[in-house]
């Protein structure tokens, strides 16, 4: 099965400096990569994705890249600001199976310092 | 549109018990999925409902059980509580087994 990697478990920067997380992939099946917010006590919030045909795609201040050879993928934030501040999950999924499960990495701990 | 609901949110039981826990999607969804969310082990898959029908099923004991309704609405049970089954459920809606999954809010399992 899928298995996803995510670095690093936490981060801190200040505010205004932007902000790197970086998942890997063991299924080269894969085609969907969802990244998720997790605020304290909240429920995860979909914030980005990206399928395997695009390499590269912004909201804002957030974008994702897609590297398939290297079966990777990156979240960065820039200009972070203090609510940016959560946990955020990458997820992998596999549809060529019939399957829309979503494989997820452990997390990353953000705190933007103000 | 109302955001994907759970109830209820918070739950205590006791071992040996067993549990049900409700999730309705938004409206027009017609895919469930649920999760277990634990500090150890992260967010772990359950399984996926379509049209009444389980889709998939991730590793977990046959304790674990879930259903559908005609109205999307979908179920998880939990029998034979075991301490370790203490955690966050999660339920996620998608429409037609797309990719987008919204999450609910959980319900929060405590066994003792």
Redesign the interface.
């Known amino acids: 099965g899928e298995n996803v990697e995510q670095h690093p478990s936490t981060l801190s920067v200040q505010e205004g400096d932007s902000a790197v997380i970086k998942c890997t992939y063991s299924d080269s099946a894969s085609n ?1 990569f ?1 990244w ?1 917010k997790q605020e304290l006590g ?5 914030i980005i ?1 990206i ?1 395997s045909n695009v390499g590269e795609k912004k909201d804002q201040r957030i974008a994702v890249t897609l590297n398939k050879t290297a079966k990777h993928f990156s979240l960065h934030i820039t200009e972070t600001q203090p609510e940016d501040s959560a946990v955020y ?1 990458c ?1 992998a ?1 596999d ?1 060529g199976a ?10 990353t701990k953000l705190s933007v310092i103000p | 549109k109302a955001g994907v609901t759970q109830t209820p949110r918070y739950l205590i039981k006791t071992r040996g018990q067993q549990v049900t826990l409700s999730c309705s999607p938004i409206s027009g969804h017609r895919s469930v999925s649920w999760y277990q969310q634990t500090p150890g082990q992260g967010l772990q898959f359950l399984f996926e409902y379509f049209s009444e029908t389980q889709r998939n099923k991730g590793n977990f004991p046959g304790r674990f059980s879930g259903r559908q309704f005609s109205n999307s609405r979908s179920e998880m049970n939990v029998s034979t509580l075991e301490l370790g089954d203490s955690a966050l459920y999660l339920c996620a809606s998608s429409f037609y087994r797309s990719y987008e999954q919204y999450f609910g809010p959980g319900t929060r399992l405590t066994v003792t």
Do not use: H
């Open positions: 969907y969802p998720y909240k429920r995860p919030q979909l994705d399928r999950f997820a999924s549809s019939g399957s829309y499960q979503l494989t997820f990495g452990k997390g």
